[in-house]
C-alpha cells in the first residue's frame, strides 16, 4: 500500500468519525431535491440534527 493510498484512507475515517462526510452528504441530497432552497450552514446542520435526535431518541443506541 503506497503512502498516498494511507493518506487517503485515514482522511476518510477521521471525515466519517467526525461527521463531516455526513454534512457534505446531506448538502448535496439537499441541492438535489431543493434545488432552489439555501443549503443550511454547518451549524444550522448540526442543529437540526441535535433537535432530531432529541426528538427521537430510539434512532440511537445511547
Known amino acids: 500500500m503506497t503512502l498516498r493510498r494511507m493518506l487517503d484512507g485515514l482522511r476518510w475515517y477521521v471525515r466519517e ?3 463531516e462526510a455526513a454534512y457534505d452528504r446531506y ?24 433537535r432530531h435526535q432529541d426528538s427521537h431518541p430510539s434512532s440511537r443506541c445511547c
Open 27 to 50: 448538502c448535496e441530497r439537499h441541492r438535489r431535491h431543493h434545488p432552489s432552497a439555501p443549503v443550511p450552514t454547518r451549524r444550522e446542520y448540526e442543529h437540526m440534527r441535535t
Open 17 to 19: 468519525f467526525t461527521g
